[in-house]
């Protein structure tokens, strides 16, 4: 296993060659997170670009009691907060340039297809969420984190992350029933009513 | 129990993190209303979305770029230092040849009159009416800064002058020039 305390140490020495292995590493983490926050493709790289630039600039402040992926997560999440609180003005559009995540290029053209309607209904529920609360339920599903690793990421309460889940469920289930008064038949309504599609593993 | 209670633990319990007699609880809160196992359906179906969706995989180029970003010269930084020093360097020089412009125009000019004594006493003398008139201009300043608004003025500019330097400082060494080590890519 990698020491990422030493993989620091030496990359804040000047080892251009650790700080590479270091991006390497938390190039999917930080990646995935941008996206399921910011919902483009584009926009996730520019942001797991200026992710990684901070961390950089910022490893000389980085504290080893931390875990590191705690750390370079907990500036990833404030960066994207921020950036979503910037352009609330303008809500994420479902219209707008998204790429969903790469699937193996053999994979069955309906398998695809369910992917697809499944990362789009992923992306439109979080779409819908305050970032405050996005931001926790990415941390919670993707990234596996506990209520103690979420609050110490987004330096908060451990009661506080609990709320946020709890009012996301909430808000995605409610968010769920309005459309289902309107659209009845849409993907996710379908599993629930008992016509399951397959989930993939 | 009220249902939003219930709420909060069927949260929980999506995390593993409901205590067991909690749970027993919300079992027997759910056996009995229909509206809180509808909503506790529907949660486990989102939960579920959410639990096998994949991770959105970076573009293969990532690393290249970020690297690309982190090694560039600074040279927008190394563009504003050299601006900087050669613009205070000229107001310093501004400052200081304006008075000596006076001795050597005199110089000059007496240097083309006969006779080293009369040029080294004329030379002496416009040097001395130099040194009076500047004598004269910083007690002129001098007795204007201690009037009770100047004072109050200059040390609200100097004041304004140490907070820009100190923001100047702050921002040049937030960006300062990367390290470079030993070992390359």
Redesign the interface.
């Known amino acids: 296993m990698v020491d990422e305390h030493l993989l620091a140490q030496r990359a804040l020495a000047g080892d251009q060659a650790a700080f590479a292995e270091l991006v390497h590493a938390y190039q999917g983490p930080v990646y995935n997170l941008a996206y399921r926050m910011l919902g483009t493709a584009a926009e996730a790289e520019e942001a797991a670009q200026e992710t990684f630039v901070r961390v950089y600039r910022r490893l000389d402040t980085y504290d080893p009691q931390l875990k590191f992926s705690s750390w370079i997560l907990s500036i990833a999440s404030h960066y994207c907060v921020d950036r979503l609180r910037r352009r609330r003005i303008v809500p994420l559009s479902l219209e707008e340039e998204q790429v969903e995540p790469r699937e193996p290029a053999d994979e069955a053209p309906e398998r695809r297809l369910l992917a697809a309607e499944r990362e789009q209904e992923i992306q439109g529920l979080l779409a819908q969420l305050p970032e405050a609360y996005r931001i926790v339920l990415v941390l919670r599903y993707w990234h596996d984190l506990s209520y103690q690793e979420i609050a110490n990421t987004l330096g908060t309460s451990e009661s506080a992350i609990k709320a946020k889940l709890h009012r996301a469920r909430e808000s995605m289930a409610q968010h769920l029933a309005r459309r289902q008064a309107t659209q009845p038949t849409s993907g996710l309504e379908r599993r629930v009513t008992g016509h399951a599609l397959p989930r993939s593993a | 129990m009220r249902c939003h209670e219930v709420?909060?633990w069927?949260?929980?319990r999506?995390?593993g993190?409901l205590p067991a007699a909690e749970e027993r609880q919300l079992e027997a809160h759910l056996a009995g209303c229909p509206a809180c196992t509808a909503?506790w359906?529907?949660?486990q179906?989102?939960?579920?979305?959410?639990?096998?969706?994949?991770?959105?995989?970076?573009?293969e180029d990532?690393?290249a770029?970020?690297?690309a970003?982190?090694?560039k010269p600074r040279w927008g930084a190394f563009a504003g230092s050299v601006i900087a020093m050669v613009a205070g360097l000229g107001l310093l020089g501004a400052l200081l040849l304006w008075p000596l412009a006076g001795a050597c125009s005199a110089a000059m000019t007496t240097a083309q009159m006969p006779g080293l004594l009369g040029v080294m006493a004329a030379a002496l003398a416009q040097l001395l009416e130099t040194a009076t008139l500047l004598a004269g201009t910083g007690r002129i300043v001098l007795l204007a800064l201690l009037t009770p608004h100047s004072a109050a003025a200059a040390m609200g500019y100097a004041l304004l002058t140490m907070v820009a330097l100190m923001g100047w400082l702050r921002m040049v060494s937030?960006r300062r020039m990367?390290?470079?080590?030993?070992?390359?890519?």
């Open positions: 709420h909060e069927m949260s929980l999506l995390d993190c909503a359906a529907e949660w179906e989102i939960a579920s979305l959410f639990e096998g969706a994949p991770l959105a995989l970076p573009p990532l690393t770029k970020v690297l970003r982190v090694h937030h990367p390290r470079r080590g030993a070992a390359g890519l």
